[in-house]
């Protein structure tokens, strides 16, 4: 198993690898660049301009820039934005955490209750519960996201119960670490219940779907038939091999943890990344986008590494070598 | 009791007791408190020389002060840094006397030695980029800037320079703080959104407290604030203001609606929606004018030939048409701008004729030729100019048969555009012309207009001050934004050759009515000669908390340029 993960691991380099080149070209080589939006401004000279260029050293050849960023990123450099001026690491930095607090707020939100909803769906199948379980998991996938964002947006201005967007209140600073874990949480709650609607609704119906499958099998029959309690059919039972499939869609989750909620930061002000690598792409600012689609790649095979090796433990039938 | 007669002494009593009560209890400003602000993205960085646009002047100018200012109300020049200033016989060299006792907000001196700095380490360097430096720079000659003593500072111009005072509400770098990261060649890279907030140093009325990425960030108070209210208060008045970053408009305008943010910026579609809350709400709607800037529709005159491929950029047939004046006033004649207005903005625009701006004050010129809707007389113009339907298939042809089609474009990413081109399409193709609307990426465009020059026509819009000259690049034949036919050698029209003649002319002359006669005329010729035809502004519409004293609105300058003489009513 150690064997298996470490060569995983080492054919992590050689996707980068291509992946930042990639991404690199396509940057380079489609059209406009970041210093469009000067040149429509009447009182910015061309000269000007070539100084920018020069600055960012966009006036060498391409494969040149690129190696030299390439040669920086062994010194754990990722160049600097042309917009903000500063290290892209100093750019990307605490967003990177906040956008993970809210992914994994709504990872923890979504699974937490689909699970238990599908189990309970499917232990009462076909009855007015489970029926009424479907019904509003199909108006909840049918939901976009930012339209709910915004419905609870208004009613937390109705009500005045949670804060309208943002990340901490205005005296976070002053409060001890308890107070402002809470103060974190009622910010989380809007953005995080938003992004988990619809997933938990699809999730739901996933896991429904195995528990029937798996309760419809014959060793759950044997293992009602040689008298074993109902709760230990089910949950040790049933509930171990249903949850099988579900393990590989945790993995995906784990790398869209950084990339699934761009609109709606934008809608409640959260001060993630989403929005940020949103602009950046649009205006072509280089290195900040490669950063981040470096370090979105790195999620996803960690994510997917992640999901074998899980399902590896799980599933007795899955071995990776002999 | 018997009633009190109605006695003049009464009367008098009673009128005093009026006046106590409807004279504002604002009537003598107070200290204190905070304003809350929004921001719809993050400054890109707390350097003044090196930004690059809006988001970050919206922090460094509570924080930076230039030598001179400009009063948003009468657009005037007014002294700030510097007391005051003289001007040699020939204008070519400007002498300002710093005010005495400014200090840095670390509580260092204000000097000649900072005012040096900014403008020879910082704008004329040849590391640093900055946009600052085209302002400074005529016929590729920089000003001489030296120091004569601690509080005087003279410049020397290769020529005169009418936008001079102007221009030098530049802002202002402590030197003490920044002479090490220019020595070091690492100025571009200072200042960034890393620094650590007390390290920005300004003498500007606050100064910066802290800043939350993707959130929010706060300026204080600076006691050291040089500046006293007429009443002789030492300003500003408010203890902090708080921009708090809120990128959707949805979510601001809730958060006004809801009292957390003290001011949001309207555009006409959102007014019913925050109209009826005013007393609600206890804020007021200003409507401070017609905004700065411009919006227009472009043909491409370019005649060019494409050096690499030896074909002319614009198809000559094509080339033709959009060389026809009358073509081109065909077309004035059918901007619907009430529609526009009516549709885009509620009824809350202006009609564009000028290039200046309406709220530009002196320089807007409102005897310009103005073309009304009417297609009629459109069509009239382009059959008299020989196109007409020569085949009956609805569509017009020129005199040499070629149907009139061309490529309509815009940015995709500006929905008001997208709309505004979308009604003049449909009046075009009334007329019989075929336009084809192509909604491009905004730096595809950027790249057709700047290099590649292959489009036909284009709805876009500039920004614009009230400063004639700062329009040279548009206005010059030989400028990179003279959209229609950029970079010439020599100006391919006779309107085109006196254009330039008068921004020449223009930027050497120091007095303002001899000025204004130059670019009137200026205003004239582009109404003859349509090479932008305007279409409509927005008005810009101000909700403020009405808790504010002071409050002076205008479309130059926002409605919080006084920010330091506004005050809580208590």
Redesign the interface.
């Known amino acids: 198993m150690l064997r298996y993960i470490l060569r995983r691991l080492l054919t992590i380099l050689p996707i980068l690898l291509v992946m930042s080149l990639l991404t690199f070209i396509l940057m380079q080589k489609t059209s406009g660049s970041f210093y469009d939006t000067l040149k429509l401004n009447p009182q910015i000279s061309p000269e000007t301009i070539e100084r920018y260029i020069k600055l960012y050293q966009l006036d060498k050849p391409l494969l040149v820039q690129y190696f030299s960023w390439l040669t920086n990123l062994f010194h754990f450099e990722f160049g600097y934005s042309f917009f903000y001026n500063i290290p892209v690491a100093d750019v990307i930095g605490g967003r990177l955490w906040n956008t993970f607090v809210l992914s994994l707020a709504s990872l923890i939100l979504t699974w937490g209750v689909a699970i238990p909803l599908g189990i309970y769906a499917a232990l009462h199948r076909n009855k007015i519960t489970d029926r009424l379980i479907q019904f509003t998991s199909y108006i909840a996938l049918a939901s976009p996201t930012f339209f709910v964002a915004m419905l609870l947006l208004y009613f937390a201005s109705q009500s005045g119960i949670l804060p309208l967007g943002g990340m901490h209140s205005a005296n976070y600073d002053g409060m001890n670490i308890i107070e402002k874990f809470f103060d974190v949480l009622r910010h989380v709650a809007i953005p995080a219940t938003a992004l988990s609607i619809s997933s938990i609704g699809a999730l739901q119906r996933i896991m429904r779907g195995n528990m029937l499958e798996v309760l419809g099998q014959q060793y759950i029959l044997t293992a009602r038939a040689k008298g074993l309690p109902e709760n230990r059919v089910i949950y040790s039972h049933a509930l171990r091999n249903a949850i099988n499939p579900l393990v590989t869609i945790l993995g995906y989750e784990f790398a869209g943890l950084l990339s699934g909620a761009a609109l709606l930061e934008i809608i409640c002000s959260w001060p993630g990344l989403g929005a940020l690598m949103l602009t950046a792409v649009q205006s072509k600012d280089i290195y900040l986008v490669m950063a981040s689609f470096l370090l979105s790649g790195f999620l996803l095979i960690i994510g997917n590494l992640l999901a074998d090796v899980l399902l590896a433990r799980l599933d007795p039938r899955i071995r990776y070598e002999k | 009791m018997a009633p009190t007669p109605l006695t003049p002494k009464v009367l008098l009593v009673a009128l005093a007791f009026l006046f106590f009560f409807l004279t504002p209890a604002h009537a003598k400003p107070s200290y204190g408190g905070s304003i809350v602000l929004t921001s719809t993205?993050d400054p890109?960085?707390f350097?003044d020389i090196?930004a690059?646009?809006t988001s970050t002047r919206e922090v460094t100018s509570h924080i930076f002060e230039g030598l001179t200012t400009m009063n948003a109300v009468t657009l005037q020049v007014e002294p700030a840094l510097a007391e005051r200033w003289e001007v040699s016989e020939d204008g070519h060299t400007w002498t300002f006397y710093l005010r005495p006792g400014v200090k840095w907000n670390d509580g260092e001196p204000f000097t000649a030695d900072d005012v040096v700095f900014t403008f020879n380490d910082l704008i004329y360097n040849?590391d640093?980029?900055?946009?600052s430096?085209?302002?400074f720079?005529i016929e590729d000659k920089t000003f001489k800037v030296e120091k004569v003593d601690d509080l005087t500072v003279r410049f020397t111009l290769p020529v005169k320079f009418a936008p001079f005072l102007r221009a030098m509400s530049q802002a202002i770098l402590p030197k003490h703080k920044l002479a090490k990261a220019v020595a070091e060649k690492k100025f571009?890279?200072t200042w960034?959104?890393?620094t650590p907030p007390s390290e920005i140093v300004g003498t500007g009325a606050f100064k910066l407290s802290?800043y939350?990425?993707?959130?929010?960030f706060v300026l204080v108070r600076n006691p050291l604030y040089w500046k006293r209210s007429k009443e002789g208060d030492a300003l500003p008045y408010l203890d902090r203001i708080?921009y708090?970053?809120?990128?959707?408009l949805?979510?601001a305008m809730?958060?006004f609606?809801?009292g957390?943010v003290d001011y949001i910026g309207l555009r006409g579609m959102e007014y019913p929606l925050i109209k009826p809350n005013e007393r609600k709400g206890n804020f007021t709607v200003y409507d401070a004018g017609p905004d700065f800037g411009s919006s227009f529709v472009v043909f491409n005159q370019n005649t060019g030939v494409n050096p690499k491929t030896q074909k002319p950029f614009v198809d000559p047939v094509k080339s033709k048409w959009f060389l026809d004046i009358n073509f081109r006033r065909a077309v004035a004649h059918a901007i619907d701008k009430n529609k526009m207005m009516e549709i885009l903005m509620n009824g809350f625009g202006y009609p564009q004729d000028s290039d200046m701006s309406k709220s530009a004050g002196v320089f807007y010129n409102p005897n310009v030729e103005k073309y009304d809707y009417d297609l009629l007389k459109a069509k009239k113009i382009l059959a008299d100019a020989g196109y007409i339907d020569r085949n009956g298939d609805g569509w017009i042809e020129d005199p040499e048969e070629h149907t009139v089609e061309f490529n309509f474009s815009t940015n995709s990413?500006n929905n008001e555009r997208v709309q505004i081109a979308s009604i003049i399409r449909h009046d075009l193709q009334s007329l019989g012309m075929k336009v084809n609307f192509l909604s491009l990426?905004?730096?595809?465009l950027?790249?057709k207009?700047?290099s590649t020059f292959d489009w036909d026509a284009i709805v876009l819009g500039?920004?614009g001050g009230i400063e004639p000259h700062?329009?040279?690049?548009?206005w010059h034949s030989t400028g990179?934004?003279h959209m229609w036919y950029p970079m010439q050698k020599t100006p391919a029209t006779d309107w085109e050759k006196r254009i330039d003649e008068i921004f020449i002319q223009g930027v050497q002359e120091l007095d303002e009515n001899k000025r204004k006669v130059l670019y009137d005329e200026f205003q004239v010729i582009v109404s003859q000669q349509l090479p932008l035809i305007y279409t409509v502004l927005n008005s810009d519409l101000y909700a403020i908390r009405n808790r504010f004293g002071n409050l002076k609105p205008t479309s130059y300058a926002g409605p919080f340029h006084n920010m330091e003489e506004i005050y809580i009513n208590k």
Do not use: H, W
């Not at chain 2, 640093?128 to 946009?131: D, E, K, T």
């Not at chain 2, 708090?244 to 959707?248: K, S, T």
């Open positions: 993205s890109k960085s350097n090196t690059k646009e040849d640093i980029a900055s946009s430096r085209d302002i720079t571009n890279f960034g959104l890393d802290s939350r990425p993707g959130e929010r708080v708090l970053i809120v990128q959707n949805d979510t809730l958060k609606l809801d957390e990413g990426e905004f730096n595809t950027v790249t207009l700047n500039l920004t700062f329009g040279k690049n548009v990179g934004l």
